[in-house]
């Protein structure tokens, strides 16, 4: 489960066995998790999160989504 960012109490990660699913990201915090698409971004699932928080988490995807999609290319395509 490689992280590629971490950002206050948020790691962004995925799987090795996500390569054959579209685009995404993976994020957690404590025992919640939540799934973003990242073309474009937007919430594919979500457990424990509020509202809120699921709102600020897709701003973070959204303002780190070149990143985000850059170490899904080097990881998944190299």
Do not use: C
């Amino acid at each position: 489960m490689p992280t590629v960012l971490r950002i206050g109490p948020y790691r962004f990660f995925f799987f090795a066995g996500d390569r054959d699913e579209p685009l995404h990201i993976h994020i957690e915090r404590e025992d919640k998790v939540a799934k973003f698409w990242l073309d474009p971004v937007r919430l594919q699932s979500s457990g424990g999160f509020s509202r809120n928080e699921i709102s600020r988490i897709q701003r973070l995807a959204g303002e780190y989504q070149t990143l985000l999609r850059e170490a899904w290319n080097a990881y998944f395509h190299d």
